[in-house]
């Protein structure tokens, strides 16, 4: 699964909850089908934490130059 992007991610859970709303599924399927769901939801958990690390803030210099800052939600400092 590591090697999904995020899109990639996405679209399996979103054609996994649409298994399991949509299709008959034996009881071990479904179980099966929500596993799988869950780990892709925690794929993609940990994705969107990678990446909230990552985004940075371009800041106007007062010279008009640029300088990225890596950018911190309040709070979790």
């Known amino acids: 699964m590591n090697d999904l992007s995020f899109e990639e991610a996405i ?3 979103e054609k996994t909850v649409n298994a399991l709303e949509v299709e008959k599924l034996t009881l071990e399927e479904s179980v099966k089908k ?4 869950m780990e892709l939801s925690k794929y993609c958990n940990e994705l969107l934490d990678k990446a909230e690390k990552d985004i940075t803030i371009l800041i106007e210099q007062s010279s008009g130059e640029m300088k990225a800052e890596k950018f911190e939600l ?3 400092e």
């Open 74 to 76: 309040e709070g979790n």
């Open 11 to 13: 679209n399996e859970l």
């Open 34 to 37: 929500f596993q799988k769901g």
